[in-house]
């Protein structure tokens, strides 16, 4: 009997997709994202007074810098199954590290180079309670937002430090020249191509994938799941503590509550960008429009003089639609399909 | 007992006529036939992808039908939910049980139905007594209040019978449930379901063994690409007859390992040592030649090639691969070395399941693929159209999610990812399990082949006639140690299974 495996000689083949790429690139959770916000600033721009100036814009921009750089990583992390609750708390601690070394004499560049050190060595401590002790992190990370933010706040009391050289403060809120675009977000262009390359070209992103898909399979394939979630956990403390340093330098103020409940609006933003909350689905995208979303809304609505509590409603009823959303989708065609079955065979039966 | 009309009622408990289910335009099944009688065990057979389990599902009220015809005591029924199939009395025992583990047997027994004293409080003592009556029943013991979790496969399987039994289910379906069993576990199955089909159910039971399906039914059902074949009684069929009718062709050669040239020490375990799984486990496998890891299930077959290739840690011992000696507790470093390792599990440990095609077939290469450190879709493609064809996947797209193929082809994709790393040596664990005689056969002819291109192969088979038929060696296990070494002309079942089930000083 000759053998039919390993020969080229009945060779099939296969189509490299299910369906064409416009398909695939329209019909994604990113895409309805993006078409939202698109929406919203187009129904802001119509309606409210100065929406469309580009100070808003540049506003805007400023504002959301520091949720946008968080979430970069907190994306990939997510990615595996594991969540950080503690950014932006390393936020404080490298604010207070950043205004505390500076008073101490140190030059501005070296104290926020050791500020984000500090927030590696942040990030190193989640990622080593949850691969080498075995904790969930869900719960180490509740943990050591608590413990951050009392690090931050103990160092500094209530004061805070505003002593900071101006040449600094203007880099962090300039513009680009001849575009209301802040120059941060060429800093973020830079970040957001990096961790978009790691993601979604790399082994090491294939592999992050395959973990947050199923842990042991990958396991089983030679994915090293430990070492890659300790190194998104310093990645994640150490771009959590760069937000830290242009957080200082946007306010002018080192302060230990610095931050104070951010992790919330980086993480709800994440969700709200397709990456799903049990692993192994979404892409870089997807959360970059999810913080642009709830930016533009926040904005339009704080310029139609509405007030924030109004405004966390809305953002919160947004993300449990956006959550919820797929999973009615899922259930509404499934009902329809067991319907038209049900019509069919009462027609043939 | 069934006190209503069943009993005294002729004719057939069930009958599924032309019954046929499409997803989109996927045809699961095309013209599914098949008639349950009371007092009686009924094997549906077929090779995967036949439509049994799409068969099994309608019944059950998963999946409702497309059209044909679905009568049940003589009525026809449209089951939309599964409650509705269980109310009826149709009870089917799948081969992974869905009990819930932290519960004890008697809770997930009784689970949504306690009965209740005054002021809603659960009956725990009349749960528990009927528990023991229905083990009585069956003649099995099971320990009522032990929590299932630590419970074995076989004794979650009887769990779930007990729950159909008081249920009272006329119909019990059994889908592959001897799959993960032992010999001994599988009689003890047996026996069961003897005792319930004396007691006038009907049984259905769905297995890719025949040696079982001719101990243990009546009548068989044969399926193949979705539709009904032949329904023969089993004294008036054999072996030959129905693997002609489940594959359309003659299967001249289930076993065809070719003589290979055996060559150098490609991997050697040194004193290997778990405490408590396994204990100074010491081979070698040569390449070009297939060793077989022989003995029952949970004898630390699996556990022993885990720890060699890395995937679980090991107190003692060495294992040493061309050379050099792996790193323990490492996958990547046993992979560096030309180590592969096709798990037991496919769904868990196998594949990725809601990944594509193509990146299940790169996760274990998507290092070398990468080009200065990148990798995309049109690398991972290129390799996975090669391997995916080289075995001959049955899927259209490369980005098919491997969680819709069947059984036989999900364990090609998976074979298909470890043969991309190019191994020298390569462990297999069940290669076989839950997949069809015709892939059976090509998985086969497959490991004769690779041994003869000079890989050095060690499988793992709980079934005997694979394991005799395939091995230049056999290895048996008892109780994490290895109590046998035979060579291929050695190794008679007799001598396997004594070995398989005896320590080592009785066997010596």
């Known amino acids: ?349 | 007992m069934t006190d209503s009309s069943a009993a005294s009622r002729s004719g057939p408990t069930l009958v599924l006529d032309k019954v046929a289910k499409s997803f989109g335009q996927v045809v699961a099944l095309k013209s599914g036939s098949l008639e349950l009688e009371n007092g009686s065990i009924h094997a549906l057979i077929g090779e995967n992808g036949a439509g049994k389990s799409t068969i099994v599902k309608i019944i059950a009220g998963l999946y409702q039908r497309d059209s044909g015809r679905f009568e049940y005591l003589g009525e026809p029924v449209d089951f939309t939910t599964t409650a509705q199939s269980k109310d009826a009395g149709i009870a089917v025992i799948y081969q992974e049980p869905t009990l819930f583990p932290d519960l004890s047997v008697t809770e997930n027994i009784f689970m949504g139905r306690q009965p209740t004293l005054s002021m809603g409080r659960i009956d725990r003592k009349a749960m528990r007594e009927e528990t023991e009556r229905l083990f009585e029943q069956l003649g099995v013991r099971v320990d009522p209040d032990h929590p299932t979790r630590g419970l074995s496969i076989a004794d979650q399987q009887l769990v779930e019978i007990a729950k159909a039994i008081s249920l009272d289910a006329r119909v019990l379906i059994m889908d592959e449930p001897t799959a993960a069993l032992s010999g001994v576990e599988v009689e003890r199955l047996f026996a069961v379901a003897r005792g319930l089909r004396d007691e006038g159910r009907a049984l259905m039971f769905i297995s890719h063994r025949f040696d079982e399906v001719f101990a243990l039914c009546d009548t068989v059902t044969v399926m193949r690409d979705g539709e009904y074949i032949a329904t023969s009684a089993i004294a008036e069929t054999s072996v030959d007859a129905l693997v002609r009718q489940m594959v359309g062709r003659d299967v001249t050669n289930m076993f065809p390992k070719e003589v290979a040239e055996i060559g150098e020490v490609a991997m050697s375990v040194e004193g290997l040592t778990r405490t408590g799984v396994f204990h100074d486990v010491s081979f070698e496998v040569r390449s070009g030649e297939i060793l077989a890891l022989a003995g029952l299930v949970g004898a630390g077959r699996s556990e022993i090639v885990r720890a060699a290739f890395g995937v679980d840690p090991y107190d003692e011992g060495t294992v040493t691969v061309a050379g050099a000696r792996l790193r323990p507790g490492d996958p990547s470093a046993a992979m560096a070395h030309g180590v592969a390792l096709i798990p037991e599990d496919r769904r868990k440990q196998g594949a990725v399941l809601e990944s594509g095609i193509a990146r299940n077939i790169t996760l274990a290469t998507r290092g070398r693929l990468a080009r200065g450190g990148l990798i995309w879709n049109a690398l991972e493609n290129d390799s996975a159209q090669e391997w995916a064809s080289r075995l001959e996947v049955k899927a259209t797209a490369l980005d098919t999610l491997a969680g819709t193929l069947s059984g036989g082809n999900q364990q090609k994709v998976v074979i298909a990812k470890w043969l991309a790393t190019e191994p020298r040596v390569l462990i297999v664990d069940e290669p076989t399990r839950g997949i069809d005689v015709g892939t059976k056969a090509e998985v086969h002819r497959l490991l004769s082949d690779l041994a003869g291109q000079g890989l050095a192969i060690i499988t793992i088979s709980s079934e005997l006639p694979e394991v005799l038929g395939m091995a230049d060696r056999v290895l048996v296990v008892h109780e994490g140690r290895i109590t046998g070494e035979f060579s291929r002309e050695e190794a008679t079942p007799e001598a396997v299974m004594h070995a398989a089930t005896h320590k080592l000083e009785d066997v010596r």
């Open chain 1, 1 to 349: 009997m000759t053998s039919t495996i390993l020969t080229s000689s009945q060779a099939r083949s296969y189509a490299e997709f299910q369906q064409p790429l416009w398909r695939r690139m329209l019909f994604t959770r990113e895409m309805a994202v993006y078409a939202a916000l698109v929406a919203v600033m187009l129904v802001a721009s119509l309606t409210v007074k100065n929406f469309a100036a580009p100070i808003t814009a540049t506003y805007l921009l400023l504002d959301v810098a520091a949720i946008l750089l968080m979430a970069l990583p907190m994306t990939l992390v997510i990615t595996t199954g594991e969540i950080d609750l503690s950014v932006a708390s390393v936020v404080g601690l490298s604010s207070v590290l950043t205004g505390v070394l500076y008073e101490a004499g140190l030059p501005f560049a070296l104290a926020a180079l050791l500020a984000i050190a500090a927030g590696a060595v942040a990030g190193s401590i989640n990622g080593l309670l949850v691969t080498k002790v075995g904790l969930p992190s869900l719960a180490v990370t509740i943990g050591t937002l608590a413990l951050f933010r009392g690090l931050a706040v103990g160092l500094l009391g209530t004061t805070a430090i505003t002593s900071f050289p101006q040449e600094w403060r203007d880099l962090a809120t300039s513009k680009i020249p001849g575009t209301p675009i802040p120059s941060v977000m060429i800093l973020f262009g830079v970040l957001a191509v990096a961790f978009a390359v790691l993601l979604h070209f790399t082994p090491f992103g294939r592999g992050i994938y395959a973990i947050g898909q199923s842990k042991e399979a990958a396991h089983f394939s030679g994915v090293r799941v430990e070492r890659t979630k300790l190194i998104l956990f310093i990645l994640s403390g150490a771009v959590a503590a760069l937000a830290g340093v242009y957080y200082t330098l946007r306010y002018g103020s080192a302060r230990g509550d610095n931050a104070m409940g951010l992790e919330l609006g980086v993480i709800a933003a994440v969700l709200l960008g397709g990456v799903s909350i049990f692993g192994g689905r979404g892409a870089l995208h997807g959360p970059i429009a999810g913080v642009l979303l709830i930016g533009v809304m926040a904005s339009a609505l704080r310029l139609a003089n509405i007030t924030s509590d109004v405004i966390n409603v809305i953002t919160g009823t947004l993300l449990i639609l956006s959550v919820v959303s797929p999973s009615v989708l899922a259930w509404n065609s499934s009902r329809r399909a067991r319907a038209r079955a049900r019509k069919e065979g009462s027609a043939s039966g």
